[in-house]
C-alpha cells in the first residue's frame, strides 16, 4: 500500500496521546475486541492491516503474529511486542492467515477494494476477516480547504459495506452498527465484566442515537 501524500505523520501522537497510559490502552483494546466479535480468538497466525500500536493484535491468541502500518511510531510498538511488522502488504504470506483485522483502516486508503482483494489473497480458505469502520456524522467540515486530523477518504452504510465485501471476495457473516456514545464511561467493564460490558453496548445500540461510532462486520472469503 502506498501512503496517501496527505498523510499526516503526527497522527499518533494527535490521536493517541491518551495510549500512552497503558492501563486505558488495554481496556480499549478490549473493549474493540469485545465490540468487534474477536476478542478471545485463538489461531495460528493473525494480521491486521492498519495495526497502530498493536493493541488489537494483542487481543487474539496466536503463535504469529503480522502487523502492516505506514507510520513508523506503529514499528517500534508492534516490533517490541514481538509482531512482524511491514509497511505494505507486499511480501506478506499468501494462503497464510487464520484471522485478520482490519479495525479502522480502510477509510485511510485511497483504495479500500483493493485492499480488500490482497487481503483475500492472505487469508486460508477459512479464514476470517473482521472488519470496523467508523460511522460519519455528515456534517459540513468548517475547514472545507484543509484536512481534519482523521483524514478519513471514505464511509459507508451497513448495506454498502457489505456490497463492497461481497465484490472483494468476501462473504459476510454478519454486521452491526455499535453505537459510541457512553463507551468511555464503560471502559473498565469491558476488562472487569465483559458480559455486563456488551449487555450495556447492545442497550446503547437499540436505546442512543448513533450518529456517532462504527460499523463492525466479520467475513469468511468466498
Same mark, same amino acid.
Given at each position: @500500500?502506498?501512503?496517501?501524500? $496527505?498523510?499526516?505523520?503526527?497522527?499518533?501522537? +494527535?490521536?493517541? #496521546? !491518551?495510549?500512552?497510559?497503558?492501563?486505558?490502552?488495554?481496556?480499549? =483494546?478490549?473493549? !474493540?475486541? %469485545? @465490540?468487534?466479535?474477536?476478542? #478471545?480468538?485463538?489461531?495460528?497466525?493473525?494480521?491486521?492491516?492498519?495495526?497502530?500500536?498493536?493493541?488489537?493484535?494483542?487481543?487474539?491468541? =496466536? =503463535?504469529?503474529?503480522?502487523?502492516?502500518?505506514?507510520?513508523?511510531?506503529?514499528?517500534?510498538?508492534?516490533?517490541?511486542?514481538?509482531?512482524?511488522?511491514?509497511? $505494505? %502488504?507486499?511480501?506478506?504470506?499468501? +494462503?497464510?492467515?487464520?484471522?485478520?483485522? *482490519?479495525?479502522?483502516?480502510?477509510?485511510?486508503?485511497?483504495?479500500?477494494?483493493?485492499?480488500?482483494?490482497?487481503?483475500?489473497?492472505?487469508?486460508? *480458505?477459512?479464514?476470517?476477516?473482521?472488519?470496523?469502520?467508523?460511522?460519519?456524522?455528515?456534517?459540513?467540515?468548517?475547514?472545507?480547504? #484543509?484536512?481534519? %486530523?482523521?483524514?478519513?477518504?471514505?464511509?459507508?452504510?451497513?448495506?454498502?459495506?457489505?456490497?463492497?465485501?461481497?465484490?472483494? #471476495? /468476501?462473504?459476510? %457473516? /454478519?454486521?452491526?452498527?455499535?453505537?459510541?456514545?457512553?463507551?468511555?464511561?464503560?471502559?473498565?467493564?469491558?476488562?472487569?465484566?465483559?458480559?455486563?460490558?456488551?449487555?450495556?453496548? +447492545?442497550?446503547?445500540?437499540?436505546?442512543?442515537?448513533?450518529?456517532?461510532?462504527?460499523?463492525?462486520?466479520? !467475513?469468511?472469503?468466498?
Amino acid at each position: @500500500m502506498n501512503p496517501p501524500t $496527505s498523510y499526516n505523520q503526527g497522527y499518533y501522537n +494527535d490521536a493517541f #496521546g !491518551c495510549f500512552d497510559d497503558l492501563v486505558f490502552r488495554r481496556r480499549w =483494546a478490549r473493549a !474493540c475486541a %469485545l @465490540m468487534g466479535g474477536y476478542s #478471545g480468538l485463538s489461531c495460528d497466525a493473525a494480521l491486521e492491516f492498519g495495526a497502530g500500536l498493536g493493541q488489537n493484535l494483542a487481543e487474539i491468541q =496466536a =503463535a504469529e503474529k503480522w502487523a502492516v502500518d505506514i507510520n513508523h511510531t506503529s514499528a517500534q510498538a508492534c516490533r517490541s511486542q514481538g509482531f512482524e511488522w511491514r509497511d $505494505s %502488504l507486499d511480501g506478506i504470506p499468501a +494462503d497464510h492467515f487464520d484471522v485478520i483485522l *482490519a479495525h479502522h483502516s480502510l477509510e485511510h486508503v485511497p483504495d479500500p477494494h483493493a485492499i480488500l482483494l490482497q487481503l483475500r489473497d492472505k487469508t486460508k *480458505a477459512d479464514g476470517r476477516l473482521f472488519i470496523a469502520v467508523p460511522v460519519e456524522d455528515g456534517a459540513v467540515p468548517k475547514d472545507v480547504d #484543509g484536512f481534519d %486530523l482523521q483524514r478519513h477518504l471514505y464511509s459507508w452504510t451497513p448495506n454498502t459495506l457489505k456490497n463492497l465485501c461481497l465484490i472483494s #471476495g /468476501w462473504r459476510p %457473516l /454478519w454486521i452491526r452498527r455499535r453505537c459510541g456514545r457512553g463507551l468511555h464511561r464503560t471502559l473498565v467493564l469491558a476488562e472487569r465484566a465483559p458480559r455486563l460490558f456488551l449487555a450495556l453496548r +447492545d442497550g446503547a445500540d437499540r436505546y442512543l442515537p448513533r450518529s456517532t461510532g462504527e460499523i463492525v462486520v466479520c !467475513c469468511r472469503p468466498e
